[in-house]
């Protein structure tokens, strides 16, 4: 062997425990005897690991960075978790300890060093301040639960609507699912073992996964041991077995599966198409034709959409707020929506949208279809209601976890000199980046750029559930403007005294499907309810009643 085929030997054999007893031979010798190997295999294993991990906890790596990183770890748990390692399973024959001590040892001196040279290399920042004792950080959600069947008691914490962190999930009976908070759904078929490793990454160790990826999620990856499934914009269902082999079959779309050699790299690519499958052999590296059905798998669980219990006194209560406009979404007639208020104009249906009836008599206005297409609007003749202090509030459920626009104010001119774009955006934001809240929370610009010099942000702090009736509210006065979810205030921001100047108001989506390209912007896809505007800034009691007309949650 070359070094180069030794040390990736030996990184395969420290990942995955699978290398032939007569090669692993070989390749501790080799170790032993080339102290540069020695040095190499430290260095992948601590910069490897520990930038993996940082950027993308796969389990092993998570395994590898932890024993570096933890300071506290005993050195039996190293020795004990190298040994482990290297060895595979019980079945394999026993290395000397005293061996894999010494090369754990060096490999720990080296990655010291390595990494204290790189520090002495950089400027030294200035010391922080003293802190007497550091809070740990609650772990940040990643999924949540949307249903189930065949839990033990002890499953008891995974309820539908609870948010899950990254980590380990296993189920024997029945079927669990889940949703990422990018969106992503996927059914597990139990008995199951898997991780969630990020919102666009699970790692299944053994198991059938079934996974729904949503138009903007497009790119989450499926993975077991040796091989992954990377979706184009799909849905599919990915077969894990016990001896790392496995199947992939495409429902609709197309997805990428790849062979994984023990760095995590990816090799042998096959793009599986709508109705094909495949099965997976890695050990003897193939991938063929698979004769199987649709019927053949588990469906994917969609949990049913929620009812919204209102308290009979509920459209009485909100007017007795003084709302300008008051949409109950009851029916439609002739594509229009009546309006509340005496007086006050209808909002117009167009694209996929629909009234659903609901156990009890409720109803709300459902929007079916995000491609540019689907949104309630009012009529250019509107009568401005947005002036000066205002509010709006409304319940909304959502499908699934993305960016959605709730409610827009809209102008439009055919003069090209003239501003054109949103006055005014309330959307189900999910941006990770630019709110710093992992998940979909609600968020409010005033004066959008890059039509107006405005650009006022506000981003709420708390996360949104699918499936889930939420109430949502966004209240403004001259100096600030405040978002609610739930009847809790979730973000304040003082804003200047910014006209919203408007031709249309937008419930669903933030533009007109005739207009531009660059106006438009993904739909909601859910359902919309009891949306009032009023032309004031509500109290937060004011705003926590009209949360608290639901009867259930």
Not at 197 to 226: D, W
Not at 267 to 280: C, D, K, L, Q, Y
Request: negative net charge; proline residues 7%.
């Amino acid at each position: 062997m070359t070094s180069e085929e030794t040390l990736l030997g030996l990184l395969g054999a420290w990942l995955d425990g699978d290398a032939p007893e007569a090669e692993m031979a070989e390749m501790l010798a080799a170790l032993d005897a080339d102290p540069e190997l020695r040095r190499e295999f430290a260095a992948q294993l601590a910069i490897n690991g520990a930038l993996s991990a940082a950027a993308e906890p796969e389990p092993r790596w998570m395994d590898v960075f932890g024993e570096f990183a933890d300071a506290q770890a005993e050195e039996g748990d190293f020795e004990g978790e190298t040994m482990a390692r290297i060895q595979g399973n019980g079945g394999r024959p026993h290395f000397s300890k005293g061996r894999i001590i010494r090369y754990v040892a060096l490999g720990i001196a080296a990655s010291v060093a390595l990494v204290v040279s790189l520090h002495l290399s950089r400027p030294i920042p200035p010391r922080p301040p003293t802190v007497a004792h550091a809070l740990p950080q609650a772990p940040h959600p990643i999924a949540v639960v949307t249903g189930s069947e065949g839990r033990t008691p002890a499953d008891a914490a995974m309820h539908d609507g609870s948010f899950l962190p990254s980590g380990k999930i296993a189920q024997e009976n029945g079927w669990l699912g889940i949703q990422t908070l990018t969106g992503v759904s996927i059914t597990f078929t139990a008995p199951f073992r898997a991780t969630i490793v990020s919102p666009n990454r699970v790692f299944v160790e053994k198991g059938q996964a079934r996974v729904l990826v949503p138009e903007g999620a497009e790119g989450f990856v499926m993975e077991s041991r040796a091989f992954e499934v990377l979706d184009l914009g799909t849905e599919f269902v990915t077969t894990v077995n016990a001896d790392g082999t496995g199947s992939c079959r495409v429902f609709e779309g197309m997805a990428d599966v790849s062979f994984l050699n023990g760095l995590r790299q990816t090799s042998a690519t096959h793009r599986v198409n709508a109705g094909e499958s495949v099965r997976i052999s890695p050990s003897q590296r193939s991938m063929e034709p698979l004769a199987d059905k649709a019927t053949d798998y588990l469906e994917l669980k969609v949990p049913p959409k929620p009812i919204l219990a209102l308290k009979p006194s509920y459209p009485t209560d909100v007017l007795a707020l003084g709302p300008t406009d008051y949409w109950r979404f009851s029916c439609m007639k002739g594509q229009k929506v009546e309006n509340e208020i005496h007086g006050r104009p209808e909002i117009i249906a167009f694209g996929d949208v629909s009234i659903d009836t609901e156990t009890g008599g409720n109803h709300s206005g459902r929007l079916k279809y995000q491609k540019n297409n689907g949104a309630f609007v009012t009529a250019e003749t509107t009568p401005r209601s947005l002036g000066g202090d205002f509010t709006v509030a409304m319940f909304v459920q959502l499908d699934w976890l993305q960016n959605y626009t709730l409610f827009a104010s809209s102008r439009w001119t055919e003069d090209p000199a003239q501003p054109r774009g949103n006055q005014l955006l309330f959307k189900a934001y999910a941006s990770f980046e630019q709110s710093g809240l992992q998940g979909t929370g609600l968020y409010a610009v005033f004066r959008d750029k890059p039509a107006w010099d405005g650009g006022t942000e506000i981003f709420g702090n708390r996360l949104m559930r699918p499936k889930f009736w939420h109430h949502v509210a966004l209240a403004r006065n001259s100096g600030e403007a405040v978002l609610y979810l739930d009847g809790n205030p979730v973000a304040r921001q003082c804003i200047p005294a910014i006209p919203i100047d408007f031709d249309h108001l937008y419930i669903g989506r933030s533009d007109s499907p005739h207009r531009p390209p660059e106006f438009l912007e993904r739909g909601l896809i859910g359902n919309i309810d009891e949306l009032a505007i009023f032309d004031r800034m509500l109290s937060e009691a004011e705003i926590a009643s009209l949360a608290a007309g639901q009867t259930s949650p």
